[in-house]
């Protein structure tokens, strides 16, 4: 009887001692207190790291447009107005079917190429319960020449104008401030140059981005192609640049040794070398549009 | 020892009887700004608010990361550049009510009191007072408000690429539909 009552004493006192913040308490009851699931966004800003893909993916229902330009090598000097006379571009459109995945197509004025691509994030970054340490995307894009056959009086495949590429993208963003990403790259050309030339590429690619402010990030990008022979006179791509966020526009600007800006030429056909100055001053500026607005609640 | 006994058993059970608080955790809160450019607005479906009409105490707490845009990219820059989310997850209001007690909760009725207190929002805690709108039905109470503040207020940047898209001032609107909470 006497340890029940103290029992009763001391709940009903407890109240009593917790009175000053009763209603923080209360509030904390409708805290989910970080136990639900929840992604993390924006491991990067723009859908690409520089030349490569990014782990970021358009959100579902936003086409975006891009624009990515490269000015000619630095050392071409003034009489080529140190690259800027030359132009390398590539038109893109990207549209996410959902928030996991992603379609685009593009054209680049390098051999004329057309490319198409998807992208899927089967695991995402999340926090709280079930929490997911990294993302990781699947990356899958096809690129066709469109170049005149330089020898037409031979027989021509259309096949030969090929390149396919696949690439497992694993990322993580480490802090607001800095992402890191891995990824495992394998390039199939229908056609090489030579026959000493590998068919099958392959590569790792390194990525990351640190944010120097809200808006402005510094991003660099590296892809160590795997020992075999991929062009003559190669070189693995490295590029450096910074983002820079402004509503509904991501503007990177980079330098980078790598003409093409998709991964049939960044990876098996760099053969620019960033200690004799064959760099290339260039850009991607790219445009969101909300084709499907969201339902206002 | 038995009537002892017996006081405290019924102060428990009075205690768990007397609902002079009220509750929820699906308050929804929203924001709207207005500019000539475009108007933004956003919803929060999940604030929890929570009313104590004993002492007039009020306080209402909502995740930043819930508020709701209708472009996706807004929301993302809402979190990520605007309001930093990663670094200030929440907003909180903590405020008392003004003559609680004219405040009948037995009996259907509208009211309007003045509530006054702190906003906390980008670790920036800025008083506040506004009109409420208390209306008490079927036992439940339905809590309104509407108020402006200004983001430059709690340090919230805006660069001057988008400064004609987001408004000086932004209207808040709180709704929130109060359950007597039972321990």
Redesign the interface.
Known sequence: ??Y??YI??V??TL?IMAQEN???K??AE??SGGKNK?YI??IFKGTRLINGQSAKLT????LQFMISHRFGRLNTGISEFFGLDDATIRLGLDYGIS?VLQIGIGRNSLEKTYDAYFKWAFLRQSKGSRAMPFTAVLFSSMAINGLTFSQPELENNFKSRITYTYQLILARKFS?RFSLQVSPTLLHRNLVATRQDQHNVGALGFGGRYKLT??LALVGEYFYVLPGKTADDFRNSFSLGFDI????HVFQLHLTNSQGMIEKFIIPQTTDNWGSGDIYFGFNISR?F?LK??K?? | ?KK??LI??L??LH?GVWAQ?Y???TG?ISFFSKTSVENI?A?N?QA?C?L?FATG???F?VLM?GF??????MQ??F???YV?S??YPKAVF?GKMKNPATVNLNQDGVYTLEVSGELLLHGISKPLTTQATIEVKAGKVYAKAQFNTKPKDFNIKI?S??RN?IAETVAITVDAVCMP?T?
């Open positions: 009887m006497k029940i009552l009763l004493l709940i009903n109240p009763e209603l923080d209360i509030l409708g805290d929840e966004e924006a959100h579902r229902g936003v928030d607001e809200n808006r966020e402004t509503g509904g969101v909300d607005k969201r206002s609640p | 020892m002892l006994f405290t058993l102060i428990n205690a608080k509750f929820t955790k929804h607005e919803h479906q929890s929570v104590d105490e009020l306080q707490q990361k709701q845009f209708q472009k996706a990219l993302e820059h979190n990520e550049n930093e990663a670094t903590k660069p690429a988008v898209n909470y321990r």
